[in-house]
């Protein structure tokens, strides 16, 4: 009789035993609690959790992707959106994460919701499209600064996308081609203006050598000679026209007197 009793003892100790060993892989740590008080961390590892006494709860140290679900934000140019983000963020102290705070993971998605609407409620929506950077990096640091003390770290937020409504694509749409059109005036009026300067340019350079008018009449006689041309021309020497403009620049400044 007492045989089997030390025999049943030595089993429950032993079964005592192998329940206190506890084995955590490189990603977790274990927190410990004594008769309710946090011991310390343990992990990863080999070691021992004395049953009824302590109690470990489990903690994973990799990268938690958290998807925000998608809110409905007023910008402030009151345009209504639906915008949804990807929050990534660890915990680097196991304790603060389970004493300080219940559920975290929950709590992180909470506080995530509420600083994206938040924050892109005092933007516009322009900047909401086109500075994404600087809205994920101001929602970035409000919630690592909130989440400081509960031993996690945010390491990237990232807006994924901004829905609008059928009615305001239309009108970013009508925007986007008047501003094309607005653009492409521009460019044609610049390149008359540089066609004009050049003009100008080229009819200054013309009046300092007649010859080089001369000329320019030469080569526009052989561009109109062009083959299977029916145009017919008749030079006319700038010589036999200049005494005629002389003479009736003379009768019209006569009339102009006698007027």
Request: net charge negative; no cysteine; charged share 25%.
């Amino acid at each position: 009789m007492l045989i089997n009793f030390g025999f049943a003892i030595i089993i429950l100790l032993a079964l005592l035993v192998f329940a206190s060993i506890k084995i955590l892989p490189e990603y977790e740590r274990g927190v410990m609690f004594t008769l309710g008080r946090m011991t310390g961390v343990k992990g990863p590892g080999l070691f021992l959790v004395v049953p009824v006494i302590q109690k470990m709860i489990k903690v994973d140290m990799r990268v938690v992707v958290l998807d925000v679900p998608p809110q409905d934000v007023i910008s402030r140019d009151n345009v209504s959106v639906r915008v949804n983000a990807v929050v990534y963020f660890r915990v680097i102290d196991a304790d603060k994460a389970i004493v300080e705070v219940e559920h975290f993971y929950d709590a992180v998605s909470q506080l995530a919701q509420t600083t994206l609407r938040s924050v892109l409620g005092k933007h516009e929506l322009d900047e909401m499209l086109a500075e994404r950077d600087k809205l994920n990096a101001d929602i970035q640091e409000i919630l690592d600064r909130h989440t400081d003390a509960w031993g996690l770290k945010v390491a990237n937020v990232e807006i994924k996308q901004v829905d609008l409504d059928e009615s305001m694509t239309r009108a970013i749409a009508r925007q986007a081609e008047a501003e094309r059109a607005r653009r492409a005036k521009v460019i044609n009026a610049e390149g008359e203006m540089q066609a004009a300067e050049n003009l100008r340019g080229a009819a200054e350079q013309l009046a300092r050598e007649p010859q080089a008018l001369q000329l320019r009449y030469l080569q526009t006689l052989v561009d109109i000679a062009g083959e299977n041309n029916s145009t017919i021309v008749f030079p006319l020497p700038m010589d036999l026209i200049e005494p005629l403009m002389d003479v009736a620049k003379k009768m019209s400044d006569k009339d102009s007197a006698r007027e």
